[in-house]
């Protein structure tokens, strides 16, 4: 009796206009000009933008307004996904991806979350949450995570999750990774590194939230 070939999934050529993804403490949505009280406060604030000092200034309401409504032109261009990020309701950074190509299945994650939640585990669950809807939900077949050189904290938890190192001239990528930081380091997961990877995600998590 022969067996039928499994069908390969087809992945999407262009994002939603609007995604939303949760994970046990998050919830992370598509930006919106409502974010941008919130947002103007954490992107002003110098702790918080201590490795993005490129990025850092007093923003008006209107300047973030205008900053989210550009990033969410990219999202319908399918280029980015700006997304605002709550916990209990209440807005503590943006993550997401910039420089995507859904034809090279390509893209940079980034997240910048307020000073007062770090060492929580968020930055963890952000990766996991937001790889996991790249590599299984997109396609994407590699992500590039870009940190400052001197924002040792980032750097020993990518490293301590086994993630490698890459050469930013040796990844084709359509921007430059890693552009708004001062001596950028670039990391690179891929889909042959993902399950490893999510497993060691998913056991770092359960000490932050237990099993869900």
Request: charged share 25%.
């Amino acid at each position: 009796m022969s067996v039928a070939t499994p069908t390969p999934k087809a992945w999407p050529t262009s994002l939603p206009n609007v995604i939303t993804v949760t994970s046990p403490r998050l919830v992370l949505r598509t930006s919106t000009l409502d974010d941008s009280p919130a947002l103007c406060k954490i992107l002003s604030d110098p702790q918080t933008m201590v490795h993005l000092k490129s990025m850092l200034k007093d923003y008006t309401i209107a300047e973030m307004d205008a900053r989210t409504v550009e990033r969410v032109e990219r999202q319908h261009r399918s280029l980015q996904i700006p997304l605002t990020v709550f916990h209990n309701d209440e807005v503590i950074g943006t993550s997401g991806f910039r420089d995507i190509d859904l034809v090279k299945r390509t893209a940079e994650w980034g997240a910048i979350l307020r000073a007062d939640t770090q060492g929580r585990g968020f930055g963890q669950e952000l990766l996991w949450v937001l790889l996991k809807y790249a590599f299984e939900e997109l396609g994407i077949e590699s992500v590039i995570i870009v940190t400052a050189g001197a924002n040792t904290g980032m750097r020993r938890v990518v490293e301590k999750l086994g993630i490698q190192e890459a050469k930013l001239d040796t990844l084709g990528m359509p921007g430059q990774p890693g552009d708004t930081l001062e001596e950028p380091v670039c990391y690179q997961v891929t889909t042959s590194q993902w399950p490893a990877l999510k497993k060691t995600l998913e056991g770092k998590l359960e000490r932050w939230v237990g099993t869900w």
